[in-house]
């Protein structure tokens, strides 16, 4: 398989995506790197300063967009590129190998280092955060506002006239000046500039041209011979490249940007490609960063990829010498301009609204819950959900485990102290000294990103001594690589994730097994030490249940294998799943609970059965009391199931209760959950108080009652 990664999210990438959709690449491998899951299209920003356009408007979740394309999709921050070894460094983790790459990450804004941008000012870069710190600054806002904006470029403009329109229809008196050191839209004509003047004086927007900035402060704007003051300000001054090209001693220009040639490579280099405004073309270094030139980028670097993949002649780009511009005044009209002509009225804003909406809708894949967006603008039709699920998901099903389990006639050994009959997913070993604690535990990957399963899958299997109250102390590893891997590459990545949570708890990676099979598996097995183990039989009628970790993995991960589920869902998902159970565990062992297990493949509902069938109890759940990860009731409540939720789902002859979205969270199937624990009232806030200050977020969720391995919901 030929290694194609894709780093950035931006306008040239995800028409890769959306191309690759309709015509996949063969013999490759697609990953897309990205530092955060959703990309914010900078056209329509100005509208959304404006109140014109909601947040979700101008959004691109990649994440599913790169799914429905058979993309692999690497959340993280890429710092640089060795092209000599054909890596790609990530920050927190290791490096990944590419054969072929391309970049689109963007800019960011000048003069970010003058005293006090970073501290008082709102840089327009990078765009989500933009965002949010706007909205925030909107909902903050007191009843008059002094607001600033520096840098007099076509974003300045817009961005001062539509903040401007946003305060006002707040109730805001607001008083706006635009500062710029040279003069406003300077690589415009002068006809443009009459006209934007001429807007500026009819709302009372001051327009202060030759005014160099040297200071921001928290009330103010230091410019060279005065201050200006200032409620807010708005830091728009021009693009600038990261440091990520010259961290890679690739070929840059002055402000840092990489060179690349008319067929979008950078320069001296084959296999490497940059578009958008993190590149400057060597033929037409004076193209200006506007999105228009990423967009039309897009077609030729989708055909070069192809044709580098496949050996073949690569196609020129050529830079369009103009384009028409269209400035948003914020209140329904705009500016445009192009060779010097210009047009204004409420007709050019409707325009550029129905050309931006247009173009997103090419991308936007998922409507606000998840549902597939209704056009289809020749797109296949979503794959099948019928695909098998990994991670706990995949476990063999509690009626058929206990089956086979009953057709065995195992033998006991005085020297081990819990085994098969005990049912609490440890092995413990008598030696004089104390218990020696063993467990097991192995899945197919969930995600297909081999540092994440390896960091997850040794989550998954510490939790069950962690449970138990027993501190592990080895493991030793198992891994399946897939047969069309770079076996090396793969068994790196899973062990490098492995060994952030091992060396996060202690614990040694001491050895392991691999072979070669149709997919990625990872297990692991491990050995801890202890006096004895806190079971899962110590309920008390009167007991709270208190669970540490919201429910969800398993149909959050099924819908995110056919592209289904929202980017932030998954990521939110990830984070929570990456986080292990050792200061849980330690809560309990230190606090000396009485029942306690973790919740995984058989889901909540078949975890407390084990708990309550082990001390002949029964127990009440209030059903909205269930802590849920975001997304993962939205898709219950559409009908979306893990493939092992059925199976689950049979335990429900034994509860009773009223039925909905909730109610299923209850059989879904999860991977590296948190902890069930069960304890006496009186020990509640002493408990929680200890979870919360080991990062869990507990939620007590029902109490155990007189009965008989039954649960009743309300």
Not at 224 to 240: F, I, K, Q, S
Not at 449 to 468: C, E, F, H, M
Not at 547 to 575: K, N, Q, S
Request: glycine share 12%.
């Amino acid at each position: 398989m030929n290694e194609l990664v894709l780093v950035g999210g931006g306008h040239s990438h995800v028409q890769l995506l959306r191309r690759w959709i309709m015509e996949p690449l063969l013999d490759t491998r697609v990953t897309v790197v990205v530092d955060r899951p959703v990309a914010v299209y900078s056209g329509m920003v100005p509208g959304l300063v404006a109140g014109q356009y909601a947040r979700r408007d101008l959004e691109i979740d990649v994440r599913p967009l790169a799914r429905r394309a058979g993309a692999r999709v690497i959340t993280a921050a890429a710092t640089s590129i060795d092209p000599e070894a054909r890596t790609i460094r990530l920050r927190d983790r290791p490096a990944i190998s590419y054969d072929l790459a391309s970049v689109n990450i963007g800019s960011t804004v000048a003069l970010q280092d003058l005293p006090g941008v970073r501290e008082h000012a709102i840089a327009t870069r990078p765009i989500g955060r933009f965002v949010e710190r706007f909205e925030q600054l909107v909902s903050e806002i007191g009843e008059s506002c002094k607001l600033v904006v520096v840098g007099g470029g076509a974003g300045g403009v817009e961005l001062a006239f539509c903040a401007r329109e946003r305060l006002l229809a707040r109730g805001v008196d607001v008083q706006v000046t635009l500062v710029d050191g040279s003069r406003i839209l300077a690589r415009t004509s002068d006809a443009v500039r009459a006209r934007v003047s001429a807007a500026a004086e009819s709302r009372g927007i001051v327009l202060r041209e030759g005014a160099r900035v040297v200071a921001v402060h928290a009330d103010s704007v230091e410019l060279e011979n005065e201050r200006l003051p200032a409620d807010a300000v708005l830091w728009v001054t021009g693009a600038t490249s990261t440091s990520f090209f010259t961290d890679s001693g690739l070929p840059t220009e002055a402000r840092g940007f990489v060179v690349v040639d008319s067929q979008l490579r950078v320069q001296g280099q084959h296999d490497l490609f940059a578009v958008g405004d993190c590149a400057v073309l060597a033929d037409w270094p004076e193209v200006p960063k506007a999105g228009v030139y990423a967009v039309r980028q897009g077609p030729i670097l989708e055909a070069n990829l192809r044709a580098r993949l496949a050996d073949r002649p690569l196609r020129r780009y050529r830079a369009q010498r103009d384009f028409f511009s269209l400035l948003n005044l914020g209140d329904g009209s705009a500016i445009g301009f192009k060779w010097g002509r210009t047009v204004q009225g409420r007709w050019a804003f409707r325009w550029k609204d129905r050309i931006d909406r247009a173009f997103m809708e090419r991308f936007q894949v998922l409507q606000e819950h998840g549902e597939a967006e209704a056009f289809t603008r020749g797109l296949p039709p979503m794959p099948p959900m019928d695909a098998p699920c990994g991670g706990c998901a995949a476990k063999v099903g509690p009626d058929a485990l206990s089956a086979a389990l009953r057709r065995l006639d195992v033998p006991t050994h005085p020297d081990v102290a819990v085994g098969i009959a005990e049912a609490e997913d440890v092995t413990a070993i008598r030696r004089p000294d104390g218990l020696v604690v063993q467990s097991v535990d192995a899945f197919p990957a969930f995600v297909d990103d081999p540092w994440l399963v390896g960091r997850i899958a040794a989550v998954n299997a510490l939790s069950d001594l962690q449970a138990k109250g027993i501190a592990p102390t080895a493991a030793m590893a198992l891994v399946t690589v897939p047969e069309d891997a770079d076996a090396e590459e793969w068994l790196f990545q899973v062990l490098a994730g492995a060994r952030v949570t091992l060396d996060a708890e202690g614990v040694a990676l001491s050895g392991g097994h691999s072979t070669v099979g149709p997919q990625l598996v990872v297990g692991f097995s491990v050995t801890g030490f202890g006096q004895g183990i806190i079971g899962k039989g110590g309920l008390d009628v009167g007991d709270l249940l208190v669970l540490t970790r919201p429910l969800g993995t398993g149909v959050l991960f099924h819908a995110d294998m056919a592209g289904r589920a929202e980017g932030p869902w998954i990521d939110g998902a990830l984070a929570r799943m990456s986080r292990g159970n050792g200061p849980a565990g330690r809560v309990v062992s230190e606090l000396g609970l009485k029942a306690s297990t973790d919740v995984t493949g058989f889901g909540l509902a078949g975890h407390l059965l084990e708990m309550l069938r082990a001390a002949d109890r029964a127990a009440e759940l209030v059903l909205g009391d269930l802590p849920a990860l975001a997304g993962a009731l939205e898709l219950l409540e559409r009908g979306e199931r893990s493939t092992f939720h059925e199976q689950n789902r049979r335990l429900s002859r034994a509860i009773t209760g009223p039925t909905g979205p909730r109610y299923e969270l209850l059989f879904d199937p999860q991977t590296a959950g948190g902890l069930l624990l069960g304890l006496p009232p009186d020990r509640l806030q002493e408990v929680l108080d200890a979870l919360r200050a080991g990062g869990d977020e507990p939620a007590v969720i029902g109490a155990v009652i007189e009965g008989a391995g039954t649960i009743r919901c309300l």
